[in-house]
C-alpha cells in the first residue's frame, strides 16, 4: 500500500485480504524523610509536571482551533497541502476491488479532518471504495467540532455511519479494540502527546497484524540553507499567530515542540521499539517534515 516500500506479504494482506496523573514517585530522603517528587517533562521548551502537559496542548488547540486552517496555510506558506497529498498518494489507500471487506481506518490526532477526508475521498475515487470506515480520534473536543463542521460544509462525512468522531487520548485509545484497524495514520499530532511511545505501543496494539503505521511529522532538516531560513521563520511565526489569532504563545509552543521532536533516526528506533517491522522514513522538504512508516507483525 506504501508506494516505494518493499510489498511484503503483510502489506499486501493488509491491500487485498483484509477483509476481514499525577505521577508522584516517592523518593527516600536521609532514609527516614519521604518527599514526593513530580515526575516532569517538556512543553516546548519548557518543563513542565508530567500530569499538566495534556492540559496545557489542550488549552493550546482549543485556543487555535477556529483559526487552525488559516494558520497552518500561514505557519508553512500552504506547502501543508502538498505535503499531506503526498502522504495520502503515497499511502494509496483503499480497498482493493478483489477484496471483499472494507478496511477499517483510525486517523489520531485527526483535529479538523485534514487526512481522514483526504483518506476517505482518495479511497472513493481511486479505488471506488465507499465501503471502508474511518475513526477520527482527537483528544481536543473543539479540534474534532472543526473537523465535522468541516464536514458539514463539503456535505460528506457528516452523520456517516462509515465515520466516528472519537475524544480520546492517543496514548490510550481504550474505546479501540485491539487489533481492530488496518490502518493507523497520525499527522503533525504525535510530537504533542505527553508519551510518544506510549502512543507508538498503542497504535501497535489497535493495528491488525499485517496493518500499516503511518505517521506524518516535522523532522530535522538536512540542509544547511534550508535550515538557516527555517530558524528566521520559526522566529517570526509566533508573531503572525498573534495578529491572525490573538495567540502568540499558542504559536511560540508549536515552534518549540518541532524543536523538541526526535529526528528521523531516533524516530525511526522508536517505531520499531513499539513492535512495527518494516520501519521507513521520507524526508520531504529538506526534512521540514518526514513521513514514517511501519508495519505490525
Ligand atoms: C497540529 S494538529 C494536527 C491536526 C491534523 N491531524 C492535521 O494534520 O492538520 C494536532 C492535533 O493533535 C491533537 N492531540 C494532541 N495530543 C493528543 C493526544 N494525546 N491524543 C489525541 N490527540 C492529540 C490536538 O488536539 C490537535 O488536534
Known amino acids: 500500500m506504501i508506494r516505494g516500500l518493499p510489498a511484503t506479504r503483510n502489506v499486501y494482506r493488509t491491500l487485498t485480504n483484509t ?29 513542565v509536571p ?15 482551533a477556529s483559526k487552525y486552517d488559516i494558520m497552518n496555510d500561514i505557519m508553512s506558506l500552504g506547502i501543508h497541502r502538498l505535503w499531506k497529498s503526498h502522504f495520502i498518494n503515497k499511502l494509496d489507500p483503499g480497498k482493493r476491488p478483489n477484496s471483499m471487506e472494507p478496511l477499517n481506518f483510525i486517523d489520531v490526532a485527526g483535529g479538523s479532518g485534514d487526512i481522514a477526508f483526504g483518506i ?15 475513526d477520527v480520534v482527537d483528544i481536543n473536543p473543539e479540534m474534532l467540532k472543526e473537523g465535522e463542521k468541516r464536514a458539514l460544509d463539503m ?37 504533542n502527546f505527553t508519551d510518544i ?40 511565526l509566533p508573531v503572525f499567530g498573534s495578529i491572525v489569532a490573538n495567540d502568540y ?32 522514513y521520507e524526508s520531504l522538504t529538506s526534512g521540514i517534515c518526514a513521513i514514517h512508516w511501519g508495519i505490525k507483525a
Not at 536521609?30 to 517538556?42: E, L, M, Q, R
Not at 498503542?202 to 503511518?214: C, D, M, N, Q, S
Not at 504563545?249 to 513492535?275: C, H, T, W
Request: proline share 2%; aromatic share 12%.
Open 249 to 280: 504563545d499558542s504559536y511560540q509552543y508549536l515552534v518549540e515542540s518541532i524543536e523538541r521532536f526526535p529526528n528521523q533516526e531516533k524516530f525511526k528506533s522508536m517505531i520499531e521499539k513499539a513492535g512495527f517491522q518494516s520501519a521507513g
Open 120 to 134: 476517505l475521498d482518495y479511497a472513493k475515487a481511486k479505488h471506488g471504495d465507499a465501503v471502508s470506515t474511518m
Open 50 to 64: 508530567t500530569a499538566e502537559k495534556s492540559k496545557m496542548v489542550g488549552h493550546v488547540f482549543s485556543s487555535v
Open 155 to 191: 456535505g460528506r462525512y457528516f452523520k456517516d455511519p462509515r465515520v466516528r468522531y472519537i475524544i480520546q487520548n492517543a496514548e490510550v485509545l481504550d474505546k479501540i479494540e485491539d487489533n481492530s484497524k488496518d490502518v493507523y495514520t497520525v499527522s503533525f499530532g504525535i510530537r
Open 197 to 236: 511511545q506510549a502512543g507508538l505501543n498503542t497504535a501497535y496494539r489497535v493495528l491488525k497484524p499485517g496493518g500499516i503505521f503511518y505517521c506524518l511529522e516535522f523532522s530535522q532538516i538536512n540542509n544547511q540553507v534550508m535550515d538557516l531560513l527555517y530558524q528566521q521563520w520559526a522566529k517570526v
Open 19 to 47: 477483509s476481514r496523573v499525577l505521577n508522584v514517585e516517592k523518593s527516600n530522603v536521609n532514609n527516614n524523610v519521604s518527599i514526593p517528587s513530580v515526575s516532569t517533562t517538556h512543553f516546548g521548551s519548557k518543563t
